[in-house]
């Protein structure tokens, strides 16, 4: 059954540039997972081994450990006491007891040194060889090497030592031998991200605080540990073991207990010598007639703790990361006299067996390799995907490790079981390119033809944009000498419409007049026709008083008759029958004159009515035409006010047809050098397609 494990690493996507680089570094690869955009971790393959986070130049891999959590649990408070690994003097070289005192100040009630595991860790291990008399013992200081037997090889867990690793031998003694912190929550100041696992698997510590990150947060805080004083450790101090942190230092504190056990020990450490050992012992394992080393002292870190996972100094040179710890442990070693020493060994062994319990540092490992679901391909299902990876022949078998796998085969197990794909393989990259090359010298090839008749086009397009401009510019003018007449119609338009209103109100006053001059005519006419009812009258009135005249004439007469046949008496009336006859004539002459008048008269106002008609029919006739006219010139004026209204959108519509021409000229003038520099990169581009036939001939085969 699968058994999923605590995350050690995280990746941070955007500096994740996919270069393989960590699969390349990863001595398992097959925890890696490449068909992503970004490469994945199984956390469950993978045994923290932290070898992808130094080889990850980006800086996309990062450490997951428990020092946020410790601290924020510091600070809510309860009981917490912490143990050190030797590589404290490394990472904080003559700060390490200074460091106790930071913690002490935050509520840490005691500090251990893991050194003091150590020395019971090698108690374990002497004491199963003395007991066991076992073939091979593989040291286990190291979670990394832990998780990948249990994983990738639970063939060889039996030769793993069945013993707690130093840090664990150290929280087993605290709960042991003091009960004081029984009950205590531990914090493991660690150079492991690994130690994570072992904490789980075993259910022993707390928090895993990695020196790096606690590093990292006293720079953040600023925290200077030369403000605090220095405590010492609780318990026994350890010797030889304080160096357990540097490669042999096992070895160092197991030839105190076993002298010459060097001589029959394989010492082993890095993450690419370790694991391949390994793999070469599992396969020997079955072969008669091998002999092994007894202990087999092992680290995965190639400069050891001190050069840890969590220490953030594996680019530190050996030397620089020791000397701490060597100066620690020459230091130690004063305290032992050289002519007392072996005396004072024992003395100081019989002091550690007394933290020393048969069974208490026991302990067994898990069978993990349900986790490792790789299925390994057979020949045909290899052969198979490596024609997905254009690889046709062994001549195509290159090992390049350009993907990170180190051999073909391994990359084309890692994409039989879905981790990885074709398109990360550098020959089937490399194959697609030259297949696209002689693609791309099949279209250079064609480019070129192609760009020799566009050149041809484009001296045609030259020609017909010459003859263009030629238009163009006599459209320009056109549209000025068009624009400039157009402004002055206008302008006249404008003009004739202001004078046309201005007049509209005159020819309205002429209709007026012309109609009451054609009724001052009607009534002239009727006036006449009047004048001539009366002069009828008066005609009348002449010859009733002509006739009146006659008749008193021939009184006047027949009263001179008669006066002259009266003789003297009729003398008076006989003159005033003169009189009467002289009166007679009188009248009947003016009477004749005023009937003579008086026809004259009529005469002149017969013809005169005449007249007066014909007048007032012509005067009806103009006012007729004066209303046509008025009408006429009424629209004429509303045309003209139209057009004058219009010809400001005109005015718009030739300013507007201006700035087209213009624009027309400009963006002409930029197609003629838009044309220019096509025809300029037209050319290039046939300079460039000749040089790239000509590097293509050069080409070796």
């Known amino acids: 059954m699968n058994k999923t494990l605590a995350p050690v690493i995280k990746i941070n996507e955007e500096k994740c540039i996919n270069c393989f680089a960590c699969i390349n570094a990863c001595p398992i690869k097959y925890c890696m997972d490449g068909t992503g955009e970004k490469i994945a971790i199984n956390h469950d393959l993978c045994i923290g081994c932290g070898s992808c986070i130094t080889a990850c130049s980006h800086g996309a891999r990062e450490l997951i450990d428990d020092t946020p959590r410790f601290f924020e649990d510091l600070k809510r408070g309860g009981k917490f006491i912490a143990v050190a690994a030797p590589a404290a003097a490394s990472v904080f070289p003559g700060q390490f007891l200074r460091l106790n005192g930071y913690l002490r100040s935050l509520g840490v009630e005691a500090m251990f040194d893991v050194s003091l595991g150590a020395e019971l860790t090698v108690v374990s291990y002497i004491n199963y060889i003395k007991e066991k008399n076992p073939r091979m013992v593989i040291a286990q200081p190291c979670p990394a090497i832990v998780t990948y037997l249990e994983i990738y090889h639970p063939e060889l867990l039996p030769c793993l030592a069945p013993a707690d690793s130093p840090m664990l031998h150290t929280v087993k003694m605290i709960r042991e031998y003091f009960p004081q912190y029984r009950n205590h929550r531990i914090a493991v100041i660690s150079p492991c991200i690994a130690k994570r696992r072992e904490f789980d698997e075993t259910g022993l510590a707390d928090y895993n605080v990695t020196m790096l990150n606690l590093k990292n947060r006293l720079e953040a805080e600023r925290v200077d540990l030369s403000r605090y ?110 002519r007392q020493r072996e005396r004072l060994y024992k003395k100081y062994h ?187 009258d008066i005609a009348s009135a002449i010859r009733i008083i002509s006739g009146i005249a006659a008749n008193t004439n021939l009184l006047a007469m027949n009263a001179a ?67 046509g006219f008025a009408g006429t010139m009424t629209a004429l004026i509303n045309t003209f006010s139209d057009l004058s209204g219009e010809s400001a959108n005109i005015t718009v519509s030739l300013g507007t047809l201006r700035e087209c021409s213009d624009a027309v000229q400009a963006d002409y003038a930029k197609m003629l050098s838009m044309t220019g520099e096509l025809r300029t990169a037209m050319e290039n581009l046939s300079r460039i397609s000749g040089e790239s036939r000509k590097e293509e001939t050069l080409a070796p085969e």
């Open 229 to 338: 004083p220095e405590i010492d450790y609780t318990g026994v101090s350890a010797e030889r073991a304080v160096q357990f942190s540097s490669p042999g230092g096992l070895l160092d504190t197991a030839e105190r207990f076993l002298p010459g056990v060097r001589r029959n020990t394989r010492k082993i450490e890095g993450v690419h010598t370790i694991y391949p050992y390994l793999m070469e012992i599992a396969e020997l394992m079955s072969k008669p007639g091998i002999t092994f080393p007894l202990l087999v002292d092992c680290l995965n870190c190639e400069k050891g703790c001190n050069g840890g996972t969590g220490t953030g100094n594996s680019e530190k040179p050996l030397d620089e990361l020791e000397s701490p710890v060597r100066k620690r442990s020459q230091e130690l070693e004063k305290q032992y006299n050289p």
């Open 350 to 536: 019989k002091l550690l067996n007394q933290y020393w319990k048969q069974g208490l540092y026991r302990r067994d490992y898990r069978n993990l390799s349900a986790n490792l679901a790789i299925k390994i391909p057979g020949e045909a299902e290899i052969q198979e995907v490596y024609r997905s990876m254009r690889k046709f022949s062994t001549a195509d078998i290159y090992d390049c490790t350009s993907c990170g796998y180190g051999s073909c085969k391994s990359m084309a197990t890692a994409i039989f079981n879905k981790l990885n794909k074709p398109e990360n393989c550098a020959h089937n990259n490399l194959s697609l390119l030259e297949d696209k090359e002689k693609f791309v010298a099949m279209i250079n090839r064609e480019l070129k033809e192609h760009i020799s008749s566009g050149l041809g086009l484009i001296e045609g397009i030259n020609a017909i944009v010459n003859d263009l401009n030629t238009k163009i510019c006599m459209q320009a003018s056109a549209i000025d000498n068009s624009a400039s007449v157009t402004e002055n119609m206008v302008d006249s338009l404008k003009t004739t419409s202001s004078l046309s209103s201005e007049k509209q109100k005159s020819i309205q006053d002429l209709i007026e007049n012309a109609a009451r001059s054609k009724d001052s005519m009607r009534e002239t006419i009727l006036s006449f026709e009047g004048i001539s009812r009366s002069v009828d």
């Open 561 to 627: 008759i008669e006066a002259a046949h009266a003789g003297d008496a009729g003398a008076g009336f006989a003159v005033v029958a003169g009189e009467i006859l002289r009166l007679s004539e009188t009248t009947r002459t003016n009477s004749r004159n005023i009937s003579q008048t008086l026809s004259n008269i009529i005469k002149g106002i017969t013809v005169t009515s005449g007249r007066s008609e014909d007048t007032n029919g012509i005067i009806s006739g103009i006012a007729e035409e004066i209303g």
